[in-house]
C-alpha cells in the first residue's frame, strides 16, 4: 500500500455515504491528511449521522440528505474538487423482497451524483464504488475486472446498473469517473449483516453455537484501512480514469475456515449452526469470490499491509469494546 503522492491539504472533497463503514474510515483519513470534507449523509428524524459525531468530528461538514434528490446532491457536491460516491442500499437478503428500493437508490443515486459532477465546474475526478458481488460465482479466478458481470441477487444487479451508469457518463460526457471495486471489506464499525462482525458479535457474547448461513463459499477479505487506502489511491492514478478497478488482496478462504480462525482469535469453543434464514437461494449463492488486484498494484501502487490475522485482531478487539453498537446498520456500504 502506498501513500497518495497527491497532497491533500485543503482539497474540498465530498463524500456521500460518508456516515457508513467505509465512508467514515474514508472521512477521518482524508481528515487527517488535510483534506476539507463534505458528507452528504441519509436524512433521518433522529438527527443521527451514523458512525460520525458532529461533536467529535468538527472537521467535517455534515449535510443531512437524500442521494435519491437530485437538488441536494447538487448542493453536496458544488464547490469540491473530488466526489467519493459511497451512499448506496446494502445487504442481498433484504435485495429479495424490496428490490425497487434497491433501483431507486443504488441506481437512481448514481445517476443524481454523476450529473451533480457533469454539471458542476470544480469536480476533478468522481470515484463510484462498486462491490465484488458484481462479478457473482467466479468463472475463473483470480477474478479480473473483465470477468462477467453476474446479477445473482438485486442487490448485485443495482449495484452493476450503477456502475455502468457512472461509467456512461465517461463516454457520453467526459466525466472523470473512475470505478473502485473493493471485495469483501471488514473492521470495525460494520454491521452485523456482515459476516464477520456477526461470528465476532456471537463470540464476544458467550455463544456455544454459531448460527450462520452457508459456510463453504470463499471471500477475498480486505480490511478496511488497506481499502481506503485503495480509494486515495484511485484519485492520483490518470489511468483509471473511465475503467474499473478491483481492490482485494487476492487471497480467499472459506466462511468455515475462517469462522475457526476467529474461534482461535477469541478463545471460544464455539460450533456451527446453520441457520436456513440465512441461506441464499439456490441459485443466487455466490461460491467463490477472488481478487486479481492487478491493476491496482501496478496502476495505483497499491497492496494491502494488514494480514487477515491481523486485521481479524484488531476488529475482535473493536467488537469486544463495542459490543452495544456493532448492531447500528449503516446505509451506505
Same mark, same amino acid.
Given at each position: 500500500?502506498?501513500?497518495?503522492?497527491?497532497?491533500?491539504?485543503?482539497?474540498?472533497?465530498?463524500?456521500?455515504?460518508?456516515?457508513?463503514?467505509?465512508?467514515?474510515?474514508?472521512?477521518?483519513?482524508?481528515?487527517?491528511?488535510?483534506?476539507?470534507?463534505?458528507?452528504?449523509?441519509?436524512?433521518?428524524?433522529?438527527?443521527?449521522?451514523?458512525?460520525?459525531?458532529?461533536?467529535?468530528?468538527?472537521?467535517?461538514?455534515?449535510?443531512?440528505?437524500?442521494?435519491?434528490?437530485?437538488?441536494?446532491?447538487?448542493?453536496?457536491?458544488?464547490?469540491?474538487?473530488?466526489?467519493?460516491?459511497?451512499?448506496?442500499?446494502?445487504?442481498?437478503?433484504?435485495?429479495?423482497?424490496?428490490?425497487?428500493?434497491?433501483?431507486?437508490?443504488?441506481?437512481?443515486?448514481?445517476?443524481?451524483?454523476?450529473?451533480?459532477?457533469?454539471?458542476?465546474?470544480?469536480?476533478?475526478?468522481?470515484?463510484?464504488?462498486?462491490?465484488?458481488?458484481?462479478?457473482?460465482?467466479?468463472?475463473?479466478?483470480?477474478?479480473?475486472?473483465?470477468?462477467?458481470?453476474?446479477?445473482?441477487?438485486?442487490?448485485?444487479?443495482?449495484?452493476?446498473?450503477?456502475?455502468?451508469?457512472?461509467?456512461?457518463?465517461?463516454?457520453?460526457?467526459?466525466?472523470?469517473?473512475?470505478?473502485?471495486?473493493?471485495?469483501?471489506?471488514?473492521?470495525?464499525?460494520?454491521?452485523?449483516?456482515?459476516? *464477520?462482525? $456477526?461470528?465476532?458479535?456471537? /463470540?464476544?457474547?458467550?455463544?456455544? &453455537?454459531?448460527?450462520?448461513?452457508?459456510?463453504?463459499? @470463499? !471471500?477475498?477479505?480486505?480490511?478496511?484501512?488497506?481499502?481506503?487506502?485503495?480509494?486515495?489511491?484511485?484519485?492520483?492514478?490518470?489511468?483509471?480514469?473511465?475503467?474499473?478497478?478491483?481492490?482485494?488482496?487476492?487471497?480467499?478462504?472459506?466462511?468455515?475456515?475462517?469462522?475457526?480462525?476467529?474461534?482461535?482469535?477469541?478463545?471460544?469453543?464455539?460450533? *456451527?449452526? $446453520?441457520?436456513?434464514?440465512? /441461506?441464499?437461494?439456490?441459485?443466487? &449463492?455466490?461460491?467463490?469470490?477472488?481478487?486479481?488486484? @492487478? !491493476?491496482?498494484?501496478?496502476?495505483?501502487?497499491?497492496?494491502?499491509?494488514?494480514?487477515?490475522?491481523?486485521?481479524?485482531?484488531?476488529?475482535?478487539?473493536?467488537?469486544?469494546?463495542?459490543?452495544?453498537?456493532?448492531?447500528?446498520?449503516?446505509?451506505?456500504?
Amino acid at each position: 500500500m502506498s501513500e497518495s503522492t497527491v497532497s491533500w491539504d485543503g482539497v474540498p472533497v465530498c463524500i456521500t455515504g460518508g456516515e457508513g463503514f467505509i465512508g467514515s474510515h474514508l472521512t477521518e483519513r482524508l481528515v487527517s491528511l488535510g483534506a476539507r470534507v463534505r458528507v452528504l449523509a441519509l436524512y433521518n428524524p433522529f438527527g443521527r449521522y451514523g458512525w460520525l459525531d458532529p461533536t467529535v468530528h468538527t472537521e467535517v461538514e455534515l449535510l443531512p440528505g437524500d442521494v435519491r434528490d437530485a437538488e441536494r446532491v447538487a448542493q453536496a457536491v458544488e464547490g469540491t474538487e473530488v466526489v467519493f460516491h459511497l451512499a448506496a442500499l446494502g445487504g442481498i437478503p433484504y435485495s429479495y423482497v424490496a428490490a425497487r428500493s434497491y433501483v431507486d437508490v443504488n441506481i437512481t443515486g448514481t445517476i443524481n451524483v454523476a450529473e451533480a459532477c457533469r454539471r458542476s465546474s470544480t469536480v476533478r475526478r468522481m470515484v463510484q464504488t462498486s462491490t465484488s458481488e458484481t462479478y457473482g460465482t467466479a468463472r475463473f479466478v483470480p477474478i479480473t475486472e473483465e470477468h462477467p458481470m453476474q446479477p445473482q441477487s438485486p442487490y448485485s444487479a443495482s449495484k452493476i446498473g450503477a456502475d455502468n451508469m457512472a461509467l456512461s457518463y465517461h463516454h457520453a460526457f467526459g466525466l472523470p469517473v473512475s470505478v473502485i471495486r473493493p471485495f469483501n471489506v471488514y473492521g470495525p464499525r460494520q454491521s452485523t449483516r456482515a459476516v *464477520i462482525p $456477526t461470528i465476532l458479535t456471537q /463470540l464476544h457474547r458467550g455463544a456455544r &453455537e454459531l448460527r450462520l448461513g452457508a459456510t463453504s463459499p @470463499t !471471500r477475498d477479505f480486505t480490511y478496511v484501512a488497506d481499502t481506503v487506502e485503495g480509494f486515495l489511491a484511485v484519485v492520483t492514478s490518470d489511468r483509471s480514469v473511465g475503467e474499473v478497478i478491483n481492490v482485494g488482496s487476492g487471497a480467499e478462504i472459506s466462511i468455515g475456515a475462517l469462522v475457526e480462525l476467529l474461534v482461535e482469535i477469541t478463545g471460544s469453543s464455539a460450533t *456451527i449452526v $446453520t441457520e436456513e434464514e440465512r /441461506l441464499r437461494p439456490s441459485d443466487s &449463492e455466490v461460491e467463490r469470490l477472488l481478487a486479481d488486484n @492487478t !491493476r491496482a498494484r501496478e496502476w495505483l501502487g497499491w497492496s494491502p499491509t494488514v494480514s487477515l490475522r491481523e486485521g481479524l485482531r484488531r476488529t475482535s478487539d473493536w467488537i469486544a469494546a463495542n459490543l452495544d453498537a456493532v448492531d447500528t446498520a449503516g446505509y451506505s456500504v
